[in-house]
């Protein structure tokens, strides 16, 4: 349904864009997660963007070097990764929520993997000197 795509090994420092584009689904009716999961620990949310762009979270982490934007023109969501630490090492994961509305889904939901029902298949970022 879609696909994720950018990852990649870069330098402390550096930057990655990825990309989750559907080809079928109109992503603007979907609300958007980025969530990683590395080695030994458990999904961690990083963006989310609901389906009004003016609702978007960041987690901690991330904050001020990661910026989640859609494209709808051509249907793919991006997260554009600045400032990439070693601990930001993990494989990447766009998922997907159908709603209508943003009402009711706060920042606490909107980085819980639990809310999302569609996943792609990952792709690995790696940050490394």
């Known amino acids: 349904q879609f696909v994720e795509s950018g990852g990649g090994s870069v330098q402390p420092g550096g930057s990655l864009r990825l990309s989750c584009a559907a080809s079928t689904w109109d992503l603007s009716y979907y609300a958007i997660g980025w969530f990683r999961r590395a080695p030994g620990k458990d999904y961690e949310g990083v963006s989310c963007?609901?389906?009004?762009?003016?609702?978007?979270y960041h987690a901690d982490s991330v904050k001020g070097r990661f910026t989640i934007a859609r494209d709808n023109a051509k249907n793919t969501v991006y997260l554009q990764m600045d400032s990439l630490k070693p601990e930001d090492t993990a494989v990447y994961y766009c998922?997907?929520?159908?709603?209508?509305?943003?009402?009711?889904?706060?920042?606490?939901?909107?980085?819980?993997?639990?809310?999302?029902?569609?996943w792609g298949q990952g792709t690995q970022v790696t940050v490394s000197s």
């Open positions: 998922a997907a929520r159908e709603q209508y509305t943003d009402y009711g889904f706060p920042r606490d939901r909107c980085l819980n993997n639990v809310e999302y029902n569609y």
């Open positions: 963007i609901g389906v009004n762009d003016g609702t978007i």
